[in-house]
C-alpha cells in the first residue's frame, strides 16, 4: 500500500514532476472555468476522451497522493461542465460508462455543494 512506499512525496516529485501532479489534480478545475460554447469545444472533449482512455495512470498518481476523493470530484466537475456544454459533442460521449450520477436516496451523492454519503 501506499503507507509502505518510502519517501514516497519525493519520489513522486522526481519521477512525476510537479507539473504532472498540478495537471492530475487540478485539471477539471480549470476545465470548469472554461467556455461551454465555441469552435473549441470538440477539440476538448476529444482530448478529455483521450485522457479517460488512459485513466488508470491518472487515478494511480491521484491513489499515490491519497487524493481518490479528488478523482470523483474531478468526475463530478467534468459532467457538471458537460451538462452546460451547449453543443451536438456533448451525446459522443457515453460518460454513464465512467460514473453513474447517484441516486439522493441512500448511498452516495453529490448535490452540487459537496460529495457526502449517508447511510
Excluded at 11 to 26: D, F, H, I
Excluded at 105 to 111: F, N
Amino acid at each position: 500500500m501506499n503507507q509502505d512506499i518510502i519517501n514516497l512525496p519525493q519520489l513522486l516529485e522526481n519521477k512525476l514532476g510537479g507539473a504532472v501532479q498540478y495537471a492530475c489534480g487540478y485539471w477539471a478545475k480549470h476545465l470548469e472555468l472554461s467556455p461551454v460554447s465555441g469552435d473549441h469545444i470538440h477539440q476538448v472533449i476529444a482530448s478529455i476522451t483521450k485522457m479517460l482512455r488512459n485513466a488508470p495512470p491518472w487515478i494511480e498518481v491521484m491513489s499515490l497522493e491519497n487524493n481518490l476523493e479528488g478523482v470523483i470530484h474531478s468526475m463530478y466537475s467534468l459532467l457538471g461542465w458537460l451538462d452546460k456544454v451547449s453543443s451536438p459533442y456533448y451525446n459522443l460521449i457515453q460518460w454513464n460508462v465512467f460514473v453513474d450520477k447517484p441516486k439522493n436516496k441512500g448511498g452516495c451523492h453529490y448535490p452540487g455543494q459537496g460529495y457526502h454519503c449517508e447511510a
